[in-house]
């Protein structure tokens, strides 16, 4: 089992209290992680002793910048064990990683009456550049169907593989329900009817051992800020099949082979796809998290935030009035719930005075809200440094909210 007391000692915010002197109990994990002090130390250290542009220069301190920075390209391709550090491009998050694919790879191969393929608990990240791109090239969204328990209605989705469909894009595991999806089972039917398959990894990257190779998806997209890095830095695996047919997302400095005033030539893979100066500091900081993670074991991290769901779950089904949105036989540690009549955000303002940190709302999913019939949730997630505790005092502080609001 993991040393959670350990592990909390290298999370410094979690030593805070509010304005109330409330010790803080942060289970708002689907939203952002917090933060080790390896982490926060790396970004330190990098704009302290090694602050250089990438890439181009001879100088040491940019020699050790892209030392640096390549090097956490490599601990991103043995983490989610893709085949080659090449398939792995750095964007800012899922959501740029998402854009890149629907506008460098599919929007030019899309023709009218084509159909883009989503799932109904899909983020807003993985459904707006789809819908955009499906409108720009009169295009359509289909939408794959899913039970009241929120999972994904495989017979159904069965019937709606067909040649005109161009792209499915599918998130692996819901940042509303929890539901984690049968991602292998559905990429392997696509790919059975020639379509390529995104997956939307924001949620599972930091939750369980993955391997490119064995679910075998075209395309990948986390942001690094979920998996205890920074914000504004993320990761596009792609296939190199697919990367070497397709053009770059962005044109500037960087990604450049030659330039003349005629005519420009790019650079390879994965370089043509990172115009600019990239973020440096938090590729080398995603590197970081990677290695704290890696330490802890991926499977024991999934092990025991399993185990804090069941207790979740158990704890907060004994809760009169509350409903659990999202009952799937496979989740993965979110609990969304809705209290009596008790709005989501009272909730969360309530929770607030007593330190404890979650979400409230519709979470980017408005669809799967007006498609469960309800305008949003109250939702807690969970990661490594929570702790039982953590969530007795959830349940005994949602039975006051209810005495309150009774």
């Known amino acids: 089992m993991l040393d959670i007391d350990k592990i909390r000692g290298d999370f410094p915010i979690l030593q805070r209290r509010n304005s109330r002197n409330k010790s803080l109990v942060y289970l708002d994990n689907a939203a952002t992680t917090q933060k080790p002090y390896s982490v926060i130390q790396s970004i330190e250290n990098y704009y302290t002793y090694s602050n250089a542009n990438i890439h181009r220069g001879v100088h040491d301190l940019a020699q050790e910048a892209t030392q640096a920075y390549e090097r956490a390209r490599q601990k991103v391709q043995e983490f989610i064990q893709a085949p080659s550090e090449e398939e792995i491009i750095f964007v800012k998050g899922t959501t740029e990683a998402i854009n890149l694919v629907a506008s460098a790879y599919l929007a030019p191969r899309l023709q009218e009456g084509d159909e ?48 005109k469909v161009k792209m499915l894009a599918l998130v692996h595991i819901s940042n509303s329900l929890g539901t984690i999806n049968p991602a292998e089972e559905m990429i392997a039917m696509a790919h059975k009817k020639g379509i390529p398959v995104l997956l939307d990894g924001a949620q599972s990257v930091g939750h369980q051992p993955l391997s490119m190779q064995e679910l075998d998806c075209d395309f990948f997209a986390f942001s690094g800020h979920k998996l205890f890095a920074p914000t504004g830095v993320g990761v596009l695996f792609a296939k190199k099949t697919f990367l070497e047919n397709m ?38 900081a995603l590197g970081a998290a990677i290695d704290y993670l890696s330490q ?93 505790d953590e969530i007795d005092f959830l349940a005994k502080s949602l039975l006051t909210i209810r005495k309150i609001f009774s």
């Open 296 to 388: 802890l074991g991926m499977k024991r991290v999934q092990t025991y935030t399993n185990h804090l769901l069941e207790y979740a779950t158990e704890k907060l089904s004994r809760i009169p009035e509350l409903k659990i949105i999202g009952q799937a036989e496979h989740k993965s540690s979110i609990v969304s719930f809705l209290l009596g009549d008790v709005h989501p955000h009272d909730i969360g303002t309530v929770l607030n005075e007593e330190g404890i940190a979650i979400r409230a709302g519709h979470h980017c999913t408005m669809p799967l809200m007006q498609y469960l019939g309800i305008p949003g949730t109250a939702r807690a997630s969970f990661s490594i440094y929570n702790t039982a």
């Open 247 to 284: 053009e770059p997302y962005q044109y500037g400095g960087e990604m450049i082979r030659s330039v003349s005033f005629e005519e420009s030539t790019f650079a390879k893979i994965p370089h043509k796809f990172e115009a600019g100066t990239p973020n440096i500091a938090g590729a080398i």
């Open 116 to 163: 883009i393929l989503l799932s109904a608990m899909e983020h807003h990240a993985n459904l707006i550049p789809w819908q955009i791109t499906a409108r720009q090239h009169q295009a359509n969204l289909s939408i794959i169907p899913i039970n009241q328990k929120g999972e994904i209605n495989l017979g159904a989705f069965e019937k709606m593989l067909h040649k």
